[in-house]
């Protein structure tokens, strides 16, 4: 009897626990999932505009004039990615610590001594007056809605707060932060000026970061400032706070091929840029149609228009081309300022206040230079000398936005290339096709042009020498149409030949992508829409091409190295996530990266070209251990199996993909609730690219986005991205495409059946 009631009572408690879950998941979700049907009236609006969702929740926004389909898309938006847009402008404002706290105090110091809030508020007034209106109409679209008292977002009720309505350079403020991230000169002109400190020279850095073969003698003879003992700790602390904030890994594919290397009787274009994998997704799917104007792909939530896509008459596709827009001048003080041009220069000082949560206002006076901020004094070294910092996105008149609008309505090359006159910065690598069967690139952006024996690869001294001369000319920037190999591919890559008559950046990136992407090009006389896929997924490694031969010559100790050695030697080299030889080949050059660490002062030092070199030629990191180099990577073959263990795990159980929340994954209590991960091949230099961390082998970095476009028959075309398209943690669209984005689907490049329609209409 005491047994039945006992059982009787648990059996109630769970009923009662499964009950007040069940509510309490449906409170959650009714209070911050967004109305996606019906009709919303909204102040702003002059006429009826509409929002669509189809099954997969890929957005498709109509509006009878320009002003109202971006107002609508600023609407847009806001439902599916409010907390992500706060994020992006708070972290841009250095305005974190006003809702995380102290934590986040050490990244708002920087972003404002950064500037790039500034720098935003400057590029809304370079804008034409065109421009701005529509910028005004997104800015007002995103307000309007706030103004509904909409639902807000799990994030906003965990941190307690409600989003400010939003300004212009609230929006035009994420623009800056991409380009920051996709300027990667700042952080090499830093690890050189260290390794300076640390006693090495110019020769020896050389080879450990050694240049495309043509440009080293020009890095060996490079200008620099000469750093002292203290300098080596605050180029390693002001490194270490911006890989904290934006590691610099990215990296990208494109390619098209016009007709005659087709099978489709148009031209093809590719494209999947490589960036930091979130949750959210960094983008969302969206199609937008109003009188005279149709375009879809990709957009950045925050920002209006599509950033890439296709339109009913042209497609584009970006990379990041990675010139060198950013120099390091090392500033001699003297009582009163620092010298200039033979003359002492006040400091021109802006106060900032930063607000903490829970704590008393943090006030910092940030110092500016006839180049830019005193960037050095973000973090606090003693003893260093200072650093400012010149960047193209933080000077005046970034008509960055402008630019990709007019993209998004250009019928042909000639409209395309002059809508890239006004772009600034981050200079990309942009193809182009057309319905009519043209392609063509442009590499635009404003790029400096230094002098003689300087090549930005190191601080150099800032007494005004070494000032930049103005701007290579749009018309000599790196361009082609219509090449008679009938395909253009950039990967990040170097871009120009040998004899190009300006200096554009010494640090480009591996060939291995582009060298992989053309060679299964040429394989084929013609290529469809099917073969694009398959290239575009490719995780066939070139790095492990180029370093079989070294693993050929080892003499492993251990009779299960000798057995890996025979593995490894009869693979093909295709890093897929089920494949375990990825993973010993990726555990055994990431030990070979740590050849130099005691010299370097790093723990990894991915250079594949170096360690090449080192394995065929002999190297003194070698003879500082005492062995030869080939010796040492027979150890690293042990150490790697050792790492991995007795029993080998797949390479995509070893490497998942990662999709952190950049604010919840810190939090242990939460992160199950808004982080993904999922299996995933390839390595930094495969096609289908898994760059991953090396302490443990997790991707943070991959294909951000996947585009195909059949300019023949537009309809055939296809994109995908992963997590999904809401960036709200209750909705079935939170990451949905995931499991798609990971086996290699895609879904058409257009808004699909409507599953909901939200109809605006313009408040009486």
Not at 230 to 239: I, M
Not at 282 to 307: C, D, N, Q, R, T
Not at 464 to 483: K, M, R, T
Request: charged letters at 25%; a positive charge.
């Amino acid at each position: 009897m005491l047994w039945r009631l006992v059982k009787g009572l648990v059996i109630a408690l769970l009923l009662i626990v499964l009950v007040a879950i069940g509510f309490g998941y449906y409170y959650v979700r009714t209070t911050t999932l967004p109305r996606t049907s019906g009709r919303l009236a909204l102040k702003g609006l002059s006429a009826t505009a509409e929002v669509l969702r189809d099954d997969r929740g890929v957005l498709l926004v109509k509006a009878q004039s320009l002003p109202d389909l971006f107002f609508a898309q600023g609407v847009a938006h806001a439902q599916e990615r409010l907390w992500q847009m706060e994020f992006q402008r708070r972290l841009g404002a250095g305005r974190l610590a006003e809702v995380l706290g102290p934590a986040a105090l050490s990244t708002d110091k920087f972003m404002r001594t950064l500037g790039v809030y500034r720098a935003a508020e400057d590029a809304y007034r370079a804008l034409s007056p065109a421009t701005r209106d529509l910028l005004d109409a997104y800015t007002a679209g995103v307000n309007a809605y706030l103004e509904s008292h909409p639902p807000l977002p799990l994030e906003f009720k965990l941190l307690g707060f409600k989003p400010a309505p939003w300004k212009p350079a609230d929006v035009l403020v994420w623009a800056k932060l991409m380009s920051w991230e996709l300027s990667k000169n700042y952080d090499q002109e830093l690890l050189r000026y260290r390794l300076l400190a640390r006693g090495l020279s110019k020769a020896r850095i050389n080879r450990l970061m050694p240049p495309y073969p043509e440009d080293a003698p020009t890095v060996l003879r490079s200008a620099a400032a000469r750093p002292g003992p203290a300098d080596e700790r605050l180029a390693g602390a002001l490194r270490a706070r911006d890989r904290a904030l934006f590691p610099r890994l990215g990296a990208s594919n494109n390619w098209v091929l016009a007709p005659k290397k087709t099978t489709t009787g148009g031209a093809l274009l590719a494209n999947d840029p490589h960036l930091r994998l979130t949750a959210p997704s960094i983008w969302i799917l969206m199609e937008l149609k109003a009188p005279g104007f149709h375009a879809v792909g990709a957009s950045f939530p925050g920002l209006p228009g599509i950033v890439i896509g296709r339109n009913d008459a042209i497609a584009w596709g970006v990379t990041n081309m990675g010139p060198d827009v950013q120099d390091l001048y090392v500033l001699k003080e003297v009582k009163g300022g620092y010298l200039y041009q033979g003359e002492v220069r006040p400091y021109r000082v802006r106060r900032e206040t930063i607000r903490v949560k829970g704590e008393k206002p943090v006030v910092l006076n940030v110092r500016e230079t006839v180049y830019g901020p005193v960037i050095s004094d973000a973090v606090e070294v003693p003893g260093g000398r200072p650093l400012a910092l010149r960047w193209v996105s933080l000077d005046p008149g970034d008509t960055t936005l402008q630019a990709f609008l007019k993209i998004d309505a250009a019928r042909n090359w000639q409209e395309f290339t002059e809508a890239l006159k006004d772009y600034v910065a981050p200079s990309q690598n942009f193809v182009f096709a057309d319905r009519k069967g043209n392609i063509g690139y442009y590499a635009p952006g404003r790029i400096p042009i230094r002098k003689p024996g300087h090549t930005g690869a190191y601080p150099v001294p800032g007494d005004g020498s070494w000032d930049w001369q103005g701007w290579i000319p749009f018309e000599a920037l790196p361009h082609v149409y219509n090449p008679p190999q009938g395909y253009i591919v950039t990967a990040n890559n170097k871009v120009v030949p040998k004899g190009y008559p300006y200096l554009l950046e010494v640090d480009w990136n591996q060939p291995f992508r582009a060298m992989r992407i053309e060679e299964r090009i040429r394989a084929k006389p013609r290529l469809g829409l099917e073969d694009l896929k398959a290239i575009q997924l490719d995780q066939v490694s070139l790095l492990y091409r180029l370093f079989r031969p070294v693993l050929a010559k080892l003499k492993p100790r251990s009779q299960r190295a000798r057995t890996w050695q025979k593995r490894l030697l009869a693979w093909d080299g295709n890093e897929t996530a089920k494949s375990e030889e990825a993973a010993v080949f990726e555990a055994w050059y990431t030990e070979l990266t740590r050849l130099p660490q005691a010299e370097v002062g790093e723990r990894y030092w991915d250079r594949p070209r170096y360690l090449l070199a080192a394995m065929e030629e002999g190297d003194p990191a070698c003879q500082k251990r005492g062995m030869s180099c080939l010796a040492f990577a027979a150890q690293a073959l042990e150490a790697a199996l050792d790492r991995l263990g007795p029993e080998i795990r797949p390479w995509g159980q070893l490497h998942p993909a990662v999709f952190a929340h950049l604010v919840m994954s810190k939090d242990p209590r939460v992160r199950p609730i808004f982080e993904r991960r999922i299996a995933h091949g390839g390595d930094r230099h495969t096609v289908n690219v898994g760059i991953y961390r090396p302490e443990d082998f997790r991707m943070f970095w991959g294909p951000s986005y996947r585009q195909l476009v059949d300019l023949a028959h537009p309809d055939r075309s296809l994109f995908i991205h992963p997590m999904g398209q809401s960036g709200n943690v209750m909705s079935r669209h939170y990451a949905d495409l995931l499991p798609l984005w990971a086996r290699g689907a895609y879904l058409p490049m257009r808004a699909g059946e409507p599953r909901a329609r939200l109809v605006l209409e313009p408040a009486r």
